[in-house]
């Protein structure tokens, strides 16, 4: 296991039952969001679970990258040690073991603690993860450019930017749509503009040391799981990853198929409460 970097403490907050026994999920976002990103699942789930709702580091009200931590041999095991970090103090202040659910960067990061820490996560929903083979690992300077471009217009223009939003992405829950927004405001650009958001440790590896139940949801179209990873990732033989592929989803797939996803992972969670 690379060695952890710098657990620095992590913005989160909470929702659900203030019954200390009721089962606590933690929920990591991707690149550029937030914890406040998982409004329609909060409202979904917080009747019978405790919400987590984590910053990543760099990400919302979180602290920002160091100079050494951004110029060190891989940021994301900053990320990965402070994400660590803000897990072992929810599960020990909840009782045990959580659930946990990452979309992309942070799914990356949810199957990565299944991997390593088994023994503060009892299982995890893998929401598209950012699995990326090495030669596709660091983003090309155009598209990287763009990205840092489109959250500085977030930034200067957040209502054009909802407007915008709503129309390309009509099948949103519509709650979701601010908080995206306001997320794209609070990224750290020193760090987006590294073009990374995937750990350095090879997506293949960790998968197969996955060692606590793991549902992974993958979309159909786009999203950073390529055909060819896809295809790797069907040939691991670890029994505990079971993935699926929503159709007709898009990169959220939580937002683009709201129905499908909760279909699938609410009684998934509920089994593994």
């Known amino acids: ?25 933690v929920l990591l976002h991707g690149l550029g969001d937030s914890g406040d990103c998982w409004p329609d699942a909060v409202r979904r789930w917080s009747p019978d679970y405790r919400l987590i709702g984590v910053d990543l580091l760099g990400h919302g009200r979180s602290p920002r990258f160091t100079p050494e931590q951004l110029a060190s041999p891989d940021p994301m095991e900053a990320m990965y040690a402070a994400a660590e970090a803000t897990v072992a103090r929810v599960a020990a202040a909840h009782g045990g073991r959580v659930l946990a659910v990452g979309h992309s960067m942070g799914g990356g990061l949810a199957g990565a603690l299944a991997a390593r820490r088994p023994d503060l996560v009892a299982a995890v929903v893998l929401e598209d993860p950012a699995w990326r083979d090495a030669a596709e690992r660091v983003q090309p300077r155009g598209v990287v450019h763009e990205r840092v471009a489109e959250c500085r217009a977030f930034a200067d223009d957040p209502a054009g930017q909802l407007e915008k939003g709503r129309a390309d992405n009509p099948t949103w829950p519509d709650v979701e749509l601010a908080p995206w927004v306001e997320s794209k405001a609070q990224v750290d650009l020193a760090f987006l503009d590294l073009g990374i958001a995937n750990l350095l440790e090879p997506w293949d590896d960790i998968v197969a040391s996955i060692a606590a139940p793991a549902l992974v949801l993958l979309a159909e179209r786009g999203g950073p799981v390529s055909p060819a990873v896809r295809a790797s990732a069907a040939g691991i033989a670890n029994p505990l990853v079971d993935i699926r592929v929503v159709e007709g989803a898009g990169h ?21 409460a």
């Not at 296991?1 to 999920?25: N, Q, V």
């Open 1 to 25: 296991m690379p060695p952890a970097l710098d657990a620095t403490e992590l913005a989160y907050r909470w929702s659900g039952p203030a019954d200390p026994s009721a089962p606590t999920i």
């Open 252 to 272: 959220c797939v939580r937002r683009d198929r709201a129905e499908a996803f909760h279909a699938l992972v609410d009684p998934w969670l509920a089994g593994h």
